[in-house]
């Protein structure tokens, strides 16, 4: 859960989000650093299958990620996330695409248990992953991400979107990294309502657009 345990929390309205591809390389390199989880991944874990995963360096998905937000194209017709903005800084990360963009959700086991949908059905969008960038966590930054993702959507044709968070139990740790699905109860915030608990811990929440 995004819980407030340092700093003061950030107000939701002071933060500014808008697609990736407003955004500039260096914009992401800020979100993302090159350390933990964050920096070595690069948004990929569900881009990206098997051996191409383990092959592939930090720097390659580092590129990738460029070319799939097309930062930088204020232009570009698409992109595969958003950014976030506190005081003109580059803060957070949310990626959200149709859900057939992710070859690896299109396979997982545990996002389809006991769901009989067409997997690829490229109306639905899916948020996959939250960065917040280091020196900003713990500060509520995934709650306006999260939101953001909702409108975005929609505006974007998607008749639902989803998210497949994981649920935080009582004085159990939860490490930033495994948190990058995002928290029940941000998604919740967001208008998102449960659909399944495929696990103990995971959950599918979901947006339908009339």
């Known amino acids: 859960m995004d819980s407030v345990t340092g700093p003061s929390a950030i107000d939701p309205a002071a933060v500014t989000v808008v697609p990736a591809n407003r955004a500039s390389r260096a914009d992401l390199r800020a ?3 090159t350390a933990d989880y964050s920096g070595r991944c690069n948004c990929q874990r569900f881009k990206v299958r098997g051996w191409v995963w383990t ?6 998905r580092r590129d990738r990620l460029y070319e799939q937000t097309r930062c930088g194209e204020p232009d570009a017709g698409s992109t595969s996330g958003l950014v976030g903005y506190l005081d003109g800084e580059p803060v957070g990360w949310v990626a959200v695409q149709p859900r057939t963009a992710y070859p ?3 396979t997982s086991r545990t996002v389809w248990r006991d769901r009989a949908e067409d997997k690829q059905d490229d109306t639905v969008w899916a948020v996959t992953c939250f960065v917040v960038r280091k020196g900003f966590r713990k500060r509520g930054l995934t709650y306006p991400l999260a939101a953001a993702t909702v409108g975005y959507a929609r505006d974007q044709g998607a008749r639902a979107v989803e998210g497949y968070p994981m649920r935080t ?3 159990r740790e939860i490490t930033w990294g495994e948190l990058h699905v995002g928290s029940v109860q941000v ?3 967001a208008g ?3 659909v399944s608990t495929p696990s103990l811990r995971r959950v599918v929440m979901r947006v339908d657009f009339p």
Do not use: C, W, Y
């Not at 092959?55 to 390659?60: F, G, M, S, W, Y």
């Open 192 to 194: 998102f309502r449960e």
């Open 169 to 171: 139990e009582p004085g």
């Open 104 to 106: 690896k959700l299109v």
């Open 31 to 33: 979100v993302f650093g």
């Open 187 to 189: 998604f919740a915030e």
């Open 55 to 60: 092959e592939l360096t930090d720097q390659q």
